[in-house]
């Protein structure tokens, strides 16, 4: 074995093996996500990449980083082309990669110098994998939050929500389940590297690791009652670019929900643009939800349009007959070149004609995220808003009880060419049934619409690209999971253990690059 300075390995991949390697880990990891789902791929995919990086300086494990990003980013998000094009894909993926191999290459530095910091074989079995999954963290943290807000798709712990990980997200939460996925690769890589153990032993330890981690029980969720809901799909069309006569969305989610009178619910549940009229200044719209409401003889919650002060917002509406919109919640995260144009100026020279497809900028929502429907308090999610970790934990420390997510996914698929994006969409709905001990109802205009339960079950589904509902009884509850108890905490602590970590690796290989050059 090599034992310079520099702590290299002996196993080192040729870089004519290395480069092709990277690429395949990143089409392995999305493997792992919906719509196909193979969980076991993305701890597999990551060591694979973590792999490459052995005995490699940060620079490689950049380039490295950079070809395994984008393999990944290029495929996972290869829905962005349908309607929009190529270049609002070609831009996001470009961006997530270099965030991607930004965190590669340091934890390329970590892999090669955390050794020589942590020598013994528990500093090395222990440590290293530590730091290098806090690294990862970190670096699926500030992708999910900047720029403009952030993307928060493709972290780790989202591969995971149909396996026999996914107890664990209530108990460590997204960010926390994104770790143990990567400390289980980080763990497996450092193990081939072991040489003071004997195989026997280093194979033990790793079947000790996931047998651990599968042995731990989810948090239990004990139900607070119950309330019965229609939840409904009106198969609209209700695309950003969408050709369609006014009011005609409206009317296909009245035309499902009427069938549904006689039924004794709670509150009826439609999805983000479930009107296409603004009810708020359209007197018809508002006669036609009164009309639902008074038929159904329950609340509506309704998504549509706003315009408020000169100002738009995507808003979701309480609205109850002759009283009309009791309690409005405007979202939060509008999606940026989607929804609004941040920084117009500076980007329209790029892509004119792009940018200017987007007339109109949404306005970003202040209002608390929890209706109170007839007693019943409800958390509030419009599309990606159900991506961002702060907001589904201030729907729990207002005491929601349910989550209700609607959605509009007729940008990202259709019955005659049908996407990843919902079924991805839907992993992040089931991951926050899980982590924060709720249901969760999401309810798009077209996919993918389930009631997820707050084991991750699935309750009840509509078929996508058909009209239809769900009337459903299920649990509300008010257990504050440990996930939802210590919100963005574990995310600090992981990630500050990686950056830690990194800082003392970099001291180390400071320190001995000046003691070569004296």
């Given at each position: 074995m090599d034992t310079g300075?520099?702590?290299?390995?002996?196993?080192?991949?040729?870089?004519?093996?290395a480069l092709p390697l990277a690429a395949a880990s990143g089409i392995l990891l999305d493997g792992a996500f919906p719509d196909r789902g193979w969980w076991p791929l993305a701890p597999l995919a990551v060591a694979l990449l973590f792999l490459t990086l052995l005995g490699r300086g940060p620079w490689m494990g950049w380039l490295l980083g950079l070809i395994g990003g984008l393999s990944f980013w290029l495929t996972h998000i290869y829905w962005l082309t349908l309607y929009l094009g190529s270049l609002p894909w070609l831009a996001l993926a470009v961006l997530q990669s270099i965030f991607f191999s930004i965190g590669v290459a340091l934890i390329a530095v970590v892999l090669r110098w955390?050794?020589?910091?942590w020598p013994t074989p528990l500093g090395r079995l222990g440590m290293v994998p530590v730091v290098v999954a806090g690294l990862w963290t970190a670096r699926e943290a500030i992708a999910a939050v900047w720029p403009y807000g952030g993307f928060a798709w493709g972290r780790l712990a989202l591969s995971q929500t149909e396996g026999p990980f996914a107890g664990l997200l209530s108990l460590v939460g997204a960010s926390g389940l994104s770790f143990l996925m990567a400390l289980l690769a980080a763990l497996a890589v450092q193990l081939i590297r072991e040489r003071s153990l004997e195989i026997g032993w280093r194979a033990g330890i790793a079947v000790a690791a996931v047998a651990l981690l599968l042995a731990i029980p989810a948090w239990p969720t004990l139900p607070s009652g119950s309330t019965r809901l229609a939840a409904v799909q009106g198969n609209a069309n209700a695309g950003l670019f969408a050709q369609y006569v006014p009011g005609e969305i409206l009317a296909n989610h009245v035309s499902v929900t009427l069938p549904l009178v006689g039924e004794d619910v709670d509150m009826v549940v439609w999805p983000e643009n479930g009107s296409d009229i603004d009810p708020l200044r359209s007197?018809?719209?508002?006669?036609?939800?009164?009309?639902?409401?008074?038929?159904?003889q329950a609340p509506l919650v309704v998504g549509t349009i706003t315009m408020r002060d000169d100002e738009y917002f995507n808003s979701s509406l309480l609205w109850k007959a002759g009283e009309g919109a009791v309690q409005i919640y405007d979202k939060v995260h509008p999606v940026p070149f989607a929804e609004y144009m941040p920084d117009r100026a500076f980007w329209r020279p790029f892509a004119p004609e792009l940018i200017d497809l987007i007339s109109r900028d949404y306005s970003i929502g202040t209002q608390p995220n929890v209706f109170d429907i007839n007693g019943i308090r409800a958390g509030i999610a419009i599309c990606f808003d159900i991506a961002d970790d702060q907001l589904i934990k201030e729907m729990i420390d207002g005491g929601a009880g349910i989550i209700l997510a609607q959605t509009n996914n007729a940008d990202f698929g259709?019955?005659?060419?049908?996407?990843?994006?919902?079924?991805?969409?839907?992993?992040?709905?089931?991951?926050?049934?899980?982590?924060?001990?709720?249901t969760v109802v999401n309810i798009s205009t077209v996919s993918s619409s389930a009631i997820i339960l707050p084991d991750g079950s699935t309750q009840a589904a509509?078929?996508?690209?058909?009209?239809?509902?769900?009337?459903?009884?299920?649990?509300?509850?008010?257990?504050?999971?440990?996930a939802m108890a210590a919100g963005r905490g574990i995310e600090w602590l992981v990630s500050g253990l990686g950056l830690a970590g990194l800082a003392l690796c970099l001291i180390l290989a400071g320190r001995t690059r000046r003691a070569q050059r004296g």
């Open positions: 300075v520099e702590g290299r390995s002996a196993l080192r991949i040729p870089i004519y093996l955390g050794p020589r910091v007197t018809q719209a508002a006669k036609t939800l009164d009309y639902v409401s008074e038929q159904m259709s019955a005659e060419h049908y996407t990843d994006e919902s079924a991805q969409q839907l992993a992040i709905a089931r991951m926050r049934a899980i982590e924060a001990g709720r509509i078929p996508n690209f058909t009209a239809g509902s769900m009337v459903e009884t299920v649990p509300l509850s008010d257990t504050v999971t440990p």
